[in-house]
């Protein structure tokens, strides 16, 4: 008797742990149930695929959406919304909101403002204080959390943990992996005077790749000091990421499509105040040391840092414009179109994007396509030429710094747990999305 499926994907090019192959995959109550040849199964709907390739759901493991407290420029719905329509299927969400996502009442409230709202699935870092550490290996566990959030160097918001001796405190009471931003709050504090009024162009030697460097040679110090794990946000510097390569034991990487992409001082005098964000984009020499580390597999994970401000907020005058840019829809464009360049291979994107955020954060049952997984899947053109707009922009900020640039390779659809979310740039099925289980606290669930 014929096997029956809620949905087969039909002769699409699946990309997974065994390689790139023409397959076939049936999906039954949200997670995959077959790959292969399924030409002789029934299911509910089918689609053909052809021409297309079918990715493990892309992940974006860094964006900002605002709420509660900052929903002018973006909410848990239009900033999922973005995601779903730029082909990511789960996203987590960093914790300097207002109120600050620090203790298990907001946590809880965040989980439930996501729950069936959010068009992708969802977690929540929360965020650490020196008020709050002795209970953070209590939060870290609780249903939704991604992990814990460091703040080393200051940014939008009011979290902040400087010195060796907290960060230290955080390490000692935490069992997950933590996230850091890392820039030497010290170093910042002294060269506020490189800013130069109205020139954003300053913004990168103010906020310097010294800054970086050191604020990480600490970061690791404590990390082995304490044995614990540590992940590296936004990596802005090639000399970060050789010193990095050192230290793979304690020590996971992310990169962000912006600072693969742009460059200074071109992307300050192209867009001005538009381009600041937190750490800064830097010189060609840093970028290239960035596809460096992709390359030599220093880096683990890609990250939007989707950090939307409105226009009003980001055209004040230099430095009182706000840092940061929208980028979790356009992730998947910008990338695809780096791999149709030849600067990384479609299973290395898959490695940075689904794969590689499931193993650094041990999520449960995603990041591969494979039997008893969460059906989650990015179905992407690689042949498609697309010009990135504002008007398609979700983001209540409305706006992108890749406004006008074409790219080479297109998300067509986006399936959360064999849900269409979206298919051929229309939202589907909406509200589906549920929080992420991860395997260290699958307890808590």
């Known amino acids: 008797m014929a096997e029956t499926y809620d949905l087969i994907l ?49 992940i974006d493991t860094h964006t900002h959406m605002r709420e509660p407290g900052l929903t002018h420029k973006e909410d848990l719905e239009s900033g999922s919304r973005g ?34 709202r959010m068009h992708c699935d969802f977690a929540f870092y929360v965020g650490a204080t020196r008020e709050n550490t002795k209970d953070l290996g209590e939060l870290e566990m609780l249903p939704g959390v991604a992990g814990v959030k460091v703040f080393m160097g200051s940014s939008t918001g009011s979290l902040l943990i400087e010195d060796d001796e907290g960060v230290r405190n955080v390490l000692k009471a935490i069992r997950r992996r933590a996230a850091f931003h890392s820039e030497d709050e010290y170093r910042l504090r002294d060269r506020m005077g490189e800013r130069i009024d109205g020139d954003p162009r300053s913004h990168p030697i103010w906020r310097d790749a010294t800054a970086a ?26 000399d970060e990421m050789e010193f990095l390569a050192g230290h793979k034991d304690v020590a996971s990487a992310e990169c962000t ?17 538009y381009a600041q964000i937190n750490p800064p984009i830097r010189d060609a020499s840093h970028r290239e040391g960035l596809w460096r580390g992709i390359a030599q597999g220093v880096v683990d994970t890609l990250g939007s840092d989707h950090s939307p401000h409105t226009r009003e907020e980001k055209s004040q ?23 149709n360049a030849g600067r990384l291979s479609l299973q290395r994107f898959v490695d940075l994007s689904s794969a590689g955020p499931a193993r650094i954060f041990g999520m449960a049952n995603k990041g591969r396509i494979a039997v008893g997984y969460d059906a989650d899947v990015t179905a992407v053109d690689l042949k498609r030429r697309e010009t990135i707009t504002n008007s398609w922009i979700a983001s209540r ?11 080479t390779g ?9 849900h269409k979310a979206m298919w051929d740039g229309k939202l589907v099925a909406t509200g589906q999305g549920e929080p992420v289980r991860f395997l260290e606290a699958l307890g808590n669930f």
């Open 257 to 273: 499509p912006h600072h693969l992409t742009m460059a200074a001082p071109e992307a300050y005098e192209k867009h001005g105040v």
């Open 410 to 418: 297109w998300p067509v659809g986006t399936l959360v747990r064999g």
């Open 397 to 407: 900020a409305g706006w992108t710094t890749y406004d006008g640039v074409t790219v």
């Open 213 to 238: 460097l050191m604020c990480t040679q600490r970061l690791i110090a404590l990390a082995h000091e304490t044995g614990k794990r540590v992940h590296v946000l936004h990596v802005t510097s090639r």
């Open 317 to 339: 005058p230099y430095p009182k414009s706000h840092s940061g840019i929208t980028g979790v829809q356009t992730y998947v464009p910008i990338m695809l179109d780096h791999v």
């Open 10 to 58: 039909k002769s699409g090019t699946v990309v997974n742990q065994d390689g790139e192959g023409a397959r076939d995959l049936g999906i039954r109550d949200g997670r995959f149930a077959a790959i292969g040849d399924l030409s002789r199964a029934s299911a509910g709907e089918m689609i053909d695929c052809k021409g297309l390739h079918l990715l493990p759901g892309v």
């Open 83 to 116: 995601a779903v329509l730029g082909g990511v299927t789960a996203v987590f969400e960093m914790p300097n909101t207002d109120p600050p996502t620090i203790d298990a009442a907001a946590i809880a409230d965040k989980v439930r403002r996501g729950h069936h």
